[in-house]
């Protein structure tokens, strides 16, 4: 098949998009909220620079959490801060605190190789590695040891990433002979293989069709069931559509520069249909960013 | 508004023509200087085939070298001894290679990388007599050349050209590749062994071989570690063994001209091992590119 053709079986085979209404959503979600991240007073520094600062907020347990702002104003920084990814630059540094289920996920003695396998990441331009379908998925189960029922576990995660029905005949073929979109859903395979308590996602649309868009936020509604869902996007509608709670991040010029900021963090109705911050409304309303 | 202007002259004046002559005259000397690269490429091969391609035949390739003063012989000993040479030179300077290469690009703090990096170029550059004596004082002084001793010299004549084809191939892999591994919950280690090398496999391959064709007619090292040997085939290196190198120097020396003929033979079954092994890792320096960046 060309990859035109499997776009076009792509576009039929895809359900129909649920009707997102901001305001109905509410009223679904749990009164009762879990804490899964508490973040207090952080702020991002690369050397001298600070990305982002005054980022505090509570992510709650099965819920989409996304996080909106214009470009610059360290929301990936922020999202990359989840999972100690930015341990990766040598000149990171974090100030402030955030609490992963209790502990503090920068405390002494916390090995970043085992946060990013609990907290999950899917980036903005589709990874696979140069290996099988399969072997993407079941790479990361092998090397941690869960060997047992792989093939179980695979087509589960498959499942779960809404891509098994396309992929399943030909699981031996390379991973990259997958369209942008089934690649970003394969990623996404491979993130919950490990079962990881929570999934971030890195502006996981931006590099894809909107109908591949449209098919990672269906998802998206899916996973929340099972994970706690973090999203960066620099997509208000998508925010809107998929979001239960939003942070809007935005830019400050101050003595040493720009810096990233948290503005304001609520419910996405709300943030979207009655912001509390003049910064916030010019930005949703689109005056701004 | 509607003033008739004089038609546009597009043909230029004295000035543009005589920068276009310089132009010309430009690229005319650059073009004379890759021919000539050529040509001597081209002078080389038929120098060495037309002297060399009378002596070669099967009984050249596969007897032992000849006695003194009589016809006949072949260096069977040259190429296996040469090949056992290369063979522990690879052994050697290929983990080594690698790993140094792994460590510039995967694991070193920024500041230390530039100092090793210069050490590689450097090791590079070094004249491959240097090396022999080197080698010679630490290895053979006191005890006897032998093929091992050979295979070291040969090894730090190969290191640094692994090292730094390997890490050309591995600023290939996209780092969007490291981080979906990171992001799993693997080590840098296992990102490395299970993603990295993996994508960077025929890189590496390409530079070994290359490394293996270069290091296989170095002459200067095997002169000081492995020069004094008998006619036949042996295979063990805790002794001297033949090898092609510097057997030829040992013909062209001689006042034999039959021994010259052999030396021209000799030379030209280096030469086409040399172009061959270029060729292939040529070829799948190409393969590899092509399936990484697909």
């Known amino acids: 098949m060309t990859p035109e053709e499997e776009r076009v079986k792509e576009t039929v085979t895809m359900p129909q998009m649920r009707p997102v209404d901001v305001a109905q959503r509410r009223e679904s979600q749990p009164l009762t909220r879990e804490t899964v991240f508490d973040v207090q007073n952080v702020a991002a520094n690369y050397g001298t620079n600070t990305a982002v600062k005054n980022v505090n907020l509570e992510i709650y347990r099965n819920v989409v959490t996304a996080l909106i702002g214009p470009s610059g104003c360290g929301k990936s920084t922020f999202i990359r801060c989840l999972n100690r990814m930015n341990d990766e630059v040598a000149s990171f540094h974090l100030d402030g605190k955030i609490i992963f289920q209790g502990t503090d996920l920068y405390g002494d003695g916390v090995d970043p190789v085992e946060v990013r396998r609990r907290i999950g990441m899917v980036f903005q331009k589709p990874n696979p590695f140069p290996k099988t379908i399969y072997d993407n998925v079941a790479w990361a189960p092998r090397i941690l040891g869960m060997k047992k029922h792989l093939d179980e576990r695979i087509e589960k995660a498959l499942r779960g990433a809404a891509l098994w029905d396309e992929v399943k005949d030909r699981l031996k073929k390379s991973a990259l002979s997958l369209s942008g979109g089934q690649q970003q859903r394969l990623c996404i395979a491979r993130a919950i293989a490990i079962e990881p308590e929570v999934l971030l996602l890195d502006e996981p649309a931006s590099a894809l069709d909107p109908i591949a868009t449209q098919s990672i936020e269906e998802l998206m509604h899916e996973l929340k069931n099972d994970y706690t869902i973090v999203i960066v996007t620099h997509n208000m509608q998508q925010a809107a559509r998929v979001a239960d709670r939003t942070a809007f991040f935005s830019i400050e010029v101050g003595e040493k520069g720009r810096s990233g900021v948290l503005v304001e963090y609520d419910d996405t109705s709300k943030l979207f249909t009655n912001p509390a911050d003049k910064r916030t409304e010019d930005y949703v309303t689109g005056r701004f960013g | ?294």
Do not use: C
């Open chain 2, 1 to 294: 508004m509607a003033a008739i202007e004089a038609p546009l002259n597009l043909r230029g004046n004295k000035r543009l023509r005589r920068r276009q002559l310089v132009n010309r005259l430009a690229e005319l000397i650059a073009t004379l200087a890759a021919l000539a690269a050529i040509a001597v490429l081209v002078a080389v091969i038929w120098a060495v085939a037309k002297r060399g391609a009378s002596e070669l035949s099967w009984s050249f390739l596969t007897e032992d070298l000849p006695i003194f003063g009589l016809p006949g012989g072949g260096i069977a000993p040259l190429l296996v001894g040469s090949a056992i040479i290369v063979g522990i030179a690879t052994a050697i300077a290929l983990p080594i290679g690698v790993l140094t290469a792994l460590f510039l690009s995967e694991f070193s703090p920024r500041r230390v990388a530039p100092a090793i990096q210069l050490a590689l170029d450097l090791m590079n550059g070094l004249p491959s007599v240097i090396i022999g004596i080197f080698v010679f004082g630490l290895l053979v002084d006191g005890h006897t050349q032998s093929g091992y001793a050979g295979g070291f010299a040969l090894s730090i004549v190969m290191m640094p050209l692994i090292a730094r084809s390997t890490q050309e191939v591995l600023r290939l892999v996209p780092s969007a590749q490291r981080e979906g591994a990171l992001a799993l919950g693997a080590s840098r280690w296992r990102t490395v062994l299970g993603i990295v090398l993996p994508s960077a496999f025929g890189g590496i391959l390409t530079g070994t071989v290359l490394a293996i064709a270069r290091a296989a007619g170095e002459t200067a090292p095997l002169l000081f570690t492995t020069s004094i040997f008998a006619n036949q085939i042996s295979t063990d290196p805790r002794h001297a063994l033949p090898n092609i190198p510097v057997q030829i120097f040992i013909w062209s020396e001689s006042p034999d001209p039959e021994d010259h003929a052999r030396a021209w033979a000799s030379a030209l079954v280096l030469m086409l091992f040399v172009l061959v092994t270029s060729l292939i890792a040529r070829a799948l320096y190409v393969r590899s590119r092509r399936k990484m960046t697909r």
